[in-house]
């Protein structure tokens, strides 16, 4: 323990390995505050589907299941989502779907790379999804929010807003992963 700067200090040799101090954990002498680790949560949410205009009629829930991990401002998340086998009704809603709910507000500009969004939701499994005319869900971070914008993509075409009647169709389910920065 060094008392004049009232850090705890592991070194190897001559060399500093681990430093604890007021700002964190600090890995090789560093002793930036910004590279400072002083964060790290798991836990769980409860993510949903809305549309971006009005609201669906009936939106029932077979399985609605969000897990995250958070280190630093890096927050990682899983989510599997399946609507119940009937009683979906989109006939409220326009526009295009987002899945909500995330833990924590996507940041607005992300790190490192400041010029592009903060993450893609990469899909594991997909099934009974409506509307896709042959291309692929995927989704993107949607910045300053704790929402996911729903798109597909498509060989040789660009990407379009998920429509919110994709999950209409009995079972629709979707299993996901995205990494986006935090505020």
């Not at 995250?68 to 779907?97: C, D, E, F, M, P």
């Amino acid at each position: 323990y060094i008392h004049s700067d009232d850090t705890m200090r592991f070194m190897a040799g001559s060399s500093e390995r681990i430093r604890i101090d007021s700002n964190g954990l600090k890995f090789n002498g560093d002793s930036a505050a910004a590279n400072a680790l002083n964060d790290y949560e798991e836990g769980t949410f409860t993510p949903g589907l809305a549309p971006s205009g009005g609201s669906f009629n009936s939106m029932p829930y077979s399985e609605r299941h969000g897990f995250y991990v958070k280190i630093g401002r890096n927050v990682q998340v899983w989510i599997r989502l399946r609507v119940a086998g009937s009683g979906v009704n989109t006939s409220g809603a326009s526009g295009h779907l987002f899945i909500t709910g995330l833990p924590y507000t996507i940041a607005s500009i992300s790190s490192p790379n400041t010029s592009a969004e903060s993450g893609t939701f990469v899909i594991n499994y997909y099934s009974n999804l409506g509307n896709l005319s042959n291309k692929v869900p995927t989704g993107y971070s949607s910045n300053n929010t704790t929402n996911i914008l729903m798109m597909t993509v498509g060989e040789g075409s660009s990407a379009t807003n998920m429509s919110v009647n994709a999950f209409d169709n009995n079972n629709a389910q979707i299993y996901g992963f995205m990494s986006y920065f935090t505020a």
